[in-house]
């Protein structure tokens, strides 16, 4: 019989075998997307794995789908129990849409998830308590939705959970003290619930938490004293029944015979419902060596019989399954290998670069790469904490990186403009990892100089936040408000962008302290290459003073990264002649790209031709300043300018000043 079973199993056709990650993309994309609105580019005929073929989807280096981040895009459908079959998933990014219906539980098969943002949404039913069995979870928002019933007891096994957000839905019943278990927990947000009963004293306890908001519930009970160590961090207000000694607003706990109004009415019999029992409650499982209990019997035997001959059909159709899923899997990594040139072609190169590891995909998401760690490779746990921000501020900041807030884009970045909570404007610079630097600590190592640079002349570096979801490392920077040097060349006279000559000189003299400070001016700290200074580069504040962004940045990027930023450098004639036969950079080359910026400053021009090297060289300074001056200059002043941009500008690195003497030469200008 068990040979005719086989025989009958064999002639199943293979099409019955799981679906594959592009099939099951396709799924998901009707379920989201029901009337194919958004997800256009998810089609049929297209490889998810290559460049923009899939909006929002990205894969690992093995091919496999990684990431997909759909943020923001107005979808309206449901979460399809599909995504389950996406193994390989880090990072799942679905907030800020307006998509309805329940949770799959078959999310919870996705063991690599670390990143899981459903918020902004709304989506309804319970919590399914499989989630507690996602052991890489990191980060949950489940935040703004109309979920209902209680939270998940099992969300305690979550060990590798940052942040746990379930604020504004329609949750019931008491805290879990479960969530006490979370040693990586530092931000826990319950607020505008239904929650009810006392805070878990073991949830107090947990040794990370920093953010803990329980505002408008229903809670009640003594607040733990231990939560006053999180100062600000912990918000209570707008639960009537909640009592402490040292929290302000609250009344002292000394009657704490009386029951509060605010407390559920005592449980009854008859009435009770599994999920309405506290997790304090003692339930023991029944014991069948009981009377009451029933018996085997023969309908039993049958039934075993009956499972046994089950057990062995899904046996067989899965070892069937398992051998045409290794056939074809086989065949497809030797096609991947079947080529006829071992050469890779540039383009082919650059591929296999950006599969390749990466820093960031070993990095941590809200408490930096190695939160039991931070005083490694330099960092001080005060510099640390102090620089690093975690994706929700950042997404919060941007409006989830609406195109609104889009200030440009590059091959390696998106900068978007930001807004924090203290209504300071800052500047988020989007950085891939694929375009960063491969080693580890060389990563680190130029992000401890990047927080290092303090100058009045150089762009504040706010904090940095690193997601291994995302697969992205964001730079914060304080928002410079007047644009850069570039958009006060090539104006119109009455445009209003037309530079008088005091800030002229002004912005020359603040340029050369900052790259004076780079350098190590007067042994202020070790010298340090901008490398890629430009018009571009210099950024204007409201008091148009000269900031120079970007400082240090190469010391992130792949070296093939920054290669490729400098063709914009060598157009417009920033680089040192010496580069094209050296290949590196030296302080001198970027004397060579501030003698360029200063040429530009006196003739108001993008582009510094031959002839203002020759007027500036001949003293005939009206040939090199712009004419939308309208005379109103210093010859003197002008005339040492074109001096110290013809000495920068030397075709011999030797012949050129070095930048200290380039500050104390501005600085005998009587207009600085």
């Known amino acids: 019989m068990s040979f005719f079973l086989l025989f ?81 998933l880090t990072g799942l990014y679905l907030h800020f849409n307006a998509l309805s219906g329940e949770i799959p539980k078959e999310i919870a098969t996705l063991s690599q998830l670390s990143d899981l943002y459903l918020n902004v949404n709304n989506l309804s039913g319970e919590i399914p308590p499989q989630i507690g069995n996602m052991s890489n979870l990191q980060v949950l928002q489940l935040c703004y939705n109309k979920l209902t019933g209680s939270i998940p007891t099992q969300l305690g096994s979550l060990k590798k959970l940052n942040v746990l957000a379930l604020q504004y839905n329609h949750l019931t019943g008491a805290i879990p003290a479960s969530l006490g278990d979370l040693e990586m927990l530092t931000r826990l947000d319950l607020s505008f619930n239904s929650l009810f009963g006392p805070v878990p004293v073991k949830l107090a306890n947990a040794p990370m938490l920093k953010v803990f908001d329980i505002r408008n519930n229903t809670l009640s009970g003594n607040v733990p004293l231990v939560l006053k160590r999180l100062n600000s961090g912990f918000q209570y207000e707008n639960n009537l029944g909640l009592c402490g000694v040292g929290f302000t607003g609250l009344k002292d706990c000394a009657d704490s015979t009386k029951i509060s109004g605010n407390r559920p009415e005592p449980f009854k019999p008859g009435g009770l419902n599994r999920k309405d029992i506290p997790e304090s409650a003692d339930l023991q499982p029944a014991d069948c060596s009981k009377t009451n209990c029933s018996r085997p019997s023969k309908s039993s035997k049958v039934g075993l019989i009956s499972g046994i001959f089950g057990v062995v059909i899904v046996f067989a159709v899965a070892t069937l399954f398992t051998f045409a899923w290794y056939r074809r899997r086989k065949q497809k990594i030797g096609s991947a290998f079947d080529t006829s040139d071992s050469r890779l072609s540039t383009d082919q190169v650059k591929e296999v670069y950006r599969r390749s590891a990466s820093p960031l995909i070993s990095l941590e998401y809200s408490n930096g790469w190695d939160p039991l760690d931070k005083g490694r490779n330099g960092f001080s746990q005060e510099v640390f904490e102090s620089f690093m921000f975690n994706l929700e501020e950042v997404e919060r900041a941007t409006q989830c990186f609406s195109e609104v807030n889009l200030l440009g884009k590059s091959n390696f970045s998106a900068i978007y403009k930001g807004f924090l909570r203290d209504s300071s404007v800052v500047v988020v610079k989007c950085i891939a990892k694929t375009s960063c630097k491969s080693d580890e600590s060389e990563f680190l190592q130029g992000l401890k100089i990047l ?180 005379g109103n200059y210093s010859d003197s002043e002008a005339t040492k300018l074109g001096r110290i941009a013809l000495l920068c500008t030397h075709e011999s690195p030797n012949h050129r000043p070095s930048m200290d003497n380039v500050i104390h030469e501005l600085s005998g200008l009587v207009s600085n």
């Not at 993309?25 to 049929?44: C, G, H, V, Y």
């Not at 002649?577 to 290949?583: A, L």
């Open 451 to 630: 927080t290092s640079l303090k100058h009045e002349n150089i762009v504040k570096l706010r904090g940095f936040c690193c997601s291994k979801g995302r697969g992205e490392c964001f730079l914060i920077y304080d928002f410079v408000p007047n644009g850069n040097l570039l958009q006060y060349l090539d104006v119109k006279q009455g445009s209003g962008k037309v530079l008088d000559w005091s800030t002229r000189i002004s912005i020359i003299s603040g340029i050369a302290k900052g790259i004076g400070y780079l350098h190590g001016s007067k042994g202020s700290k070790p010298a340090l290459v901008h490398q890629n200074i430009s018009a571009e580069k210099v950024l204007i504040d409201s008091r148009f003073k000269p900031l120079l962004s970007d400082s240090g940045l190469h010391k992130l990027l792949a070296d093939d990264i920054v290669f490729s930023t400098l063709k914009a450098s060598a157009a417009m004639g920033y680089l040192a002649p010496e580069y094209t036969t050296t290949g590196r950079f030296t302080e001198k080359s970027d004397v060579y790209a501030f003698g360029m910026i200063v040429f530009q400053i006196l003739s108001g021009k993008r582009n510094v031709s031959q002839l203002i090297h020759h007027a500036a060289e001949s003293c005939k300074v009206e040939d090199f300043i712009d004419m939308n001056l309208g």
């Open 8 to 88: 009958f199993l064999s002639l199943i056709p293979l099409s019955l075998s799981s679906p594959t990650e592009h099939e099951l993309l396709l799924q998901i994309k009707a379920s989201l997307d029901p009337e194919n609105r958004f997800l256009s580019s998810w089609t049929s005929y297209s490889d998810p794995c290559s460049s923009g073929s899939f909006e929002g989807v990205a894969c690992n280096e093995q091919g496999h789908v990684a990431n997909i981040s759909l943020q923001g895009k107005g979808l309206y459908g449901r979460i399809p129990a599909a995504l389950g079959g996406l193994k390989s």
